[in-house]
């Protein structure tokens, strides 16, 4: 069983940046590849980026590619996401998640966490 608890939401101007972090406990953290996803109100949840248990290997959602970076840190049991060039519609509740690396692609999660929030204001 992993849990997973997100930090690093809050109010950002458009253009602006935010990192957020994800930090897991009760397993072994390499086990797993790790993946961002996001709801925004009155949408359905999208994948955002995912990356390898090594690190090798991310995937990006075609809206925050080149704006946004997955990384991750097995020696913190930690994956970020850096969010630059922010946008109004970049407004979320993001979460993180972990799962098989294909399956996060899919936009399959076998566990996630409770999210934190991203207000982008213009």
């Known amino acids: 069983q992993v849990q997973l608890a997100e930090s690093g939401g809050g109010l950002v101007q458009a253009g602006g940046s935010l990192r957020l972090s994800c930090a897991a406990s009760g397993a072994t953290f390499s086990n797993y590849a790790m993946g961002w996803f996001r709801q925004a109100p009155g949408k359905e949840r999208e994948f955002v980026a995912a990356?390898?248990?090594?690190?090798?290997?991310?995937y990006y959602a075609d809206s925050v590619k080149g704006r946004f970076t997955i990384s991750r840190d097995n020696a913190k049991d930690t994956v970020y996401l850096q969010m630059n060039s922010l946008k109004r519609e970049d407004t979320a509740v993001y979460y993180c998640?972990?799962?098989?690396?294909?399956?996060?692609?899919?936009?399959?999660?076998?566990?996630w966490g409770k999210g934190t929030l991203v207000t982008v204001s213009s």
């Open positions: 990356i390898s248990w090594s690190g090798d290997y991310t």
């Open positions: 998640a972990a799962d098989d690396f294909v399956d996060l692609t899919h936009g399959e999660g076998d566990y």
